[in-house]
């Protein structure tokens, strides 16, 4: 299992985890006790509940690179280009834009 801390600015919001059934992201507790947070995407509201889907949730695969970026970052890190999780982890840490993605050790699961 392959999971990624996703920022809000400087604020850890979630966790995104891809395992054997497809992709979860879920709020940190601390996160949404706090007045101040906001959602990471419209698509994601402020909830405890977990979101699910079998495929990568088109917001993450929004912040990957496209084009002569995208062809670097495979060439560089040897990485597919339909590895959409590998390449939101390498690419997306200094993403534009208030969201960024850290990775976490690997798990096996």
């Not at 054997?20 to 402020?46: E, I």
């Not at 890190?77 to 050790?105: E, F, Q, S």
């Amino acid at each position: 299992m392959r999971q990624a801390e996703i920022y809000y600015g400087d604020s850890l919001a979630g966790i995104l985890a891809e395992g054997d059934s497809g992709y979860t992201f879920v709020y940190h507790v601390d996160y949404l006790n706090n007045s101040q947070a906001k959602p990471v995407s419209l698509t994601f509201p402020l909830q405890p509940e977990a979101f699910h889907r079998p495929q990568l949730f088109p917001f993450f695969v929004g912040l990957i690179p496209e084009g002569w970026l995208l062809s670097v970052t495979e060439k560089n890190w040897k990485i597919n280009n339909r590895d959409r999780m590998g390449l939101l982890m390498v690419c997306c840490k200094d993403c534009i834009g208030a969201v960024t993605v850290h990775p976490l050790l690997e798990i096996d699961s």
